[in-house]
């Protein structure tokens, strides 16, 4: 958003260091119809997870197992491959894991200074 905007992100904040921005910018392909060089595609939400690595795509529901798909002959992810290639499994799920490991260590640097939030609220509570 900031390159968007044209504006340099700072390199600290209150005096602390900011940690560099994890991912490649997206500002090229949004200005023309360009592919952008990547190792992976990584993502991680509200416990689903995946990693993509060129065509093949390692995705699980939360609380479910691991399924496989190589999107070059499988764009609507109808044959899950995970049973065919375990292999495969186990090295897109290290891929997963070092991602994962990678944006923890990041969190944790600023984590301990972010101010405590307010508790929710319930249903119909007014503002005190």
């Known amino acids: ?4 905007a ?8 209150k005096g602390e260091p900011i940690p560099e921005a994890p991912g490649k ?8 119809d360009v592919a952008i060089s990547r190792e992976s595609i990584w ?17 699980a529901a939360e609380g479910d197992p691991w399924e496989l798909y190589d999107l070059k002959t499988d764009r609507a992810e109808q044959n899950n491959l995970a049973a065919k290639m375990p292999e495969k499994v186990k090295e897109l799920e290290k891929v997963w894991q070092a991602q994962t490991d990678e944006f923890t260590e990041l969190v ?4 301990p200074k972010q101010p405590k939030g307010k508790a929710k ?3 119909g509570n007014p503002k005190k």
């Open 1 to 4: 958003m900031l390159e968007l």
């Open 6 to 13: 044209g504006i340099e992100k700072p390199k600290e904040w």
């Open 25 to 32: 910018s997206l500002v090229p392909a949004l200005k023309e």
């Open 43 to 59: 993502w991680l939400h509200e416990g689903h997870r995946a990693v993509r690595v060129g065509d093949l795509k390692l995705v």
């Open 108 to 111: 944790k640097k600023t984590l």
């Open 121 to 123: 609220r319930k249903k």
